[in-house]
Structures are given as structure tokens and as C-alpha cells.
T-cell receptor, first 116, second 114 residues
């Protein structure tokens, strides 16, 4: 069975600091997809990124960047120059290609608090 | 208008009561899901449905049942609510096509069982 671990339950930073959220996953499958979702204080889940297991290129989107390393089974998320609006719970999730139901396995989430 | 809606958004109920949470979507997706979120545990899958006639149990289906009334509607029922079912419940949809497709989540329903 697959598993996603987000070891950091809470992180607190001061605005403009860079912060990295860790995600480690476990699966025996060779084809899978990884996701990051953001849950702001309002409660909804916002999709941030999807990465498939064959694409290890890092991705940058504005202040957000993602580092996918299959060798360490990690898919870490970095926010550069954090802002108060980045305060949220962030979830990493995994689904397998052979999973007909497209079911997501979520990590426990990391609560990020950005202080002004 | 939101693509995935959930009603009610908040509900307080008593132990032993039957309660239904409803989900509607306008995305035209075949696949629908119910998750619950508990602090520190992330989201866990309760039930999922590929289409109106195909419903499957997820990781934590005990104590829950579902109904797929139409492609656009997927309801979650707690037949006899208990306090440890207090949680945030999310409905989600996904396009047909297998893994890797993004799931679109509703705004969530906060349920409290006293």
C-alpha cells in the first residue's frame, strides 16, 4: 500500500523568508502521480501542482517551486519570499497509475504560518 | 457559481441521528468521491463512484453509506451518527481517464456530532 508522510506538522516563518515543505512517499509502483494542494483558512482545497513519476524536472511557478527526487522518494515544495497570504495547510498526495479509481492518498498536512 | 457544491456547509447533530450530506457538480465528471479530514490525518477516502451504477468503498467506509442519484449528485449518509464522525467532509470530482487527473473539491461540510 502507498503512504505519504509530511513530517512537519507546523512551520512558522516571518514574512519574506523562504520555506520548504517536505513530502516523502512510499509506493512499489513505478508509475504514479504526485500532487500538492493548499487549504487556506477558509477551508477549501486548492490544487497547486501535479507531477508524474517519469518527469523529474523541477517546476517553478512564481514564488512556488517543487523539487521531485525519485532517488529519495521526495516531492518537496518551496515558497520563496513567503507572504502572509501563504498561511494555510498544505497537503501532498499520491495516486497510482493502476488505480482505476484515481484515489488519492494524502499526507497529514503541514500547517504554515507566515507572520508579518 | 462553484463547480462542486456541498450542502449543508455546517451541521451540528446528536448521537444516533441520521444525517445526509449532499454534493452536486456542474463539471460533467463521471467520478465522484467522499473524503473526511481529521487533524493530522489528512484526507481519507470514504466512498467513490465511477458512475451512477458503480459505487465502491474507500479506506474508511464503516458507518457511512452513499447514493449516486445522478451523474451530478452524490450523497453521503451517516445512518446513526456518533461523536467520532465529527470531521470536515469533502466531496470531489474527477474526469474519466484514470490516475493523474486532478480532483476538484467542494468547499467542505463541517459536521459536529454531540
Amino acid at each position: 500500500a502507498q503512504k505519504v508522510t509530511q513530517a512537519q506538522t507546523e512551520i512558522s516563518v516571518v514574512e519574506k523568508e523562504d520555506v520548504t515543505l517536505d513530502c516523502v512517499y512510499e509506493t512499489r509502483d513505478t508509475t504514479y502521480y504526485l500532487f500538492w494542494y493548499k487549504q487556506p483558512p477558509s477551508g477549501e482545497l486548492v490544487f497547486l501542482i501535479r507531477r508524474n513519476s517519469f518527469d523529474e524536472q523541477n517546476e517553478i511557478s512564481g514564488r512556488y517551486s517543487w523539487n521531485f527526487q525519485k532517488s529519495t522518494s521526495s516531492f518537496n515544495f518551496t515558497i520563496t519570499a513567503s507572504q502572509v497570504v501563504d498561511s494555510a495547510v498544505y497537503f501532498c498526495a499520491l495516486t497510482l497509475r493502476g488505480n482505476a479509481g484515481n484515489m488519492l492518498t494524502f499526507g497529514g498536512g503541514t500547517r504554515l504560518m507566515v507572520k508579518p | 457559481d462553484a463547480d462542486v457544491t456541498q450542502t449543508p456547509r455546517n451541521r451540528i447533530t446528536k448521537t444516533g441521528k441520521r444525517i445526509m450530506l449532499e454534493c452536486s457538480q456542474t463539471k460533467g465528471h463521471d467520478r465522484m468521491y467522499w473524503y473526511r479530514q481529521d487533524p493530522g490525518l489528512g484526507l481519507r477516502l470514504i466512498y467513490y463512484s465511477f458512475d451512477v451504477k458503480d459505487i465502491n468503498k474507500g479506506e474508511i467506509s464503516d458507518g457511512y453509506s452513499v447514493s449516486r442519484q445522478a451523474q451530478a449528485k452524490f450523497s453521503l449518509s451517516l445512518e446513526s451518527a456518533i461523536p467520532n464522525q465529527t470531521a470536515l467532509y469533502f466531496c470531489a470530482t474527477s474526469d474519466t481517464g484514470g490516475a493523474g487527473y486532478e480532483q476538484y473539491f467542494g468547499p467542505g461540510t463541517r459536521l459536529t456530532v454531540t
